[in-house]
């Protein structure tokens, strides 16, 4: 499978490496030249135990790469989770959303054929919907054999389905 990760913090990077070394093809995109280009040379810009040498193993392999071009890896991809950053929105500590909107609609731009978009964890449950109505051109439901696919963001033809998919943790 060919998986995007849009931002590689914490979970954009963590989660991208344990999918290459699970056998994916994945590329890790960040708007951050300097982080890209440091990730590319082996330097970690977090840590996390035994990251470095999976970080190290999987691109040696070819399934794990880096990128700034938002555009030829979500094209190229199967499935893209959407790991930006979500700050406490000064005044009322709720998270901010707006990255993540803004990460969906540029999807949305590039997304060809069947692609699933993933929010991360640490969304509040709705974000995936409301990512959804961000988008310019929502394609209309469909269902897969084993699951409902959400309303797409995406502004392919209806013949091209693309979903939005949140998965939300409980704690």
Do not use: W
């Amino acid at each position: 499978m060919r998986i995007t990760m849009i931002g590689s913090g914490y979970v954009g990077l963590v989660s991208g490496v344990c999918f290459a070394d699970f056998g994916h093809d994945v590329i890790c995109v960040d708007k951050d030249l300097s982080k890209i280009e440091a990730l590319r040379e082996g330097r970690i810009p977090i840590y996390e135990p035994g990251l470095e040498q999976l970080v190290a193993e999987n691109t040696s392999t070819g399934r794990l790469s880096f990128s700034t071009d938002v555009g030829e890896s979500v094209r190229s991809a199967d499935v893209v989770f959407i790991a930006v950053g979500t700050p406490s929105r000064r005044g009322d500590g709720h998270a901010d959303l707006s990255y993540v909107y803004a990460a969906a609609r540029e999807i949305a731009t590039y997304v060809e054929g069947f692609t699933v978009i993933v929010t991360k964890s640490t969304v509040p449950v709705g974000t995936g919907t409301k990512s959804s109505a961000s988008c310019a051109k929502p394609i209309p439901r469909r269902m897969s054999p084993s699951f409902p696919i959400p309303n797409s963001c995406a502004k392919a033809p209806p013949s091209r389905i693309s979903s939005v998919l949140t998965v939300s943790s409980s704690g």
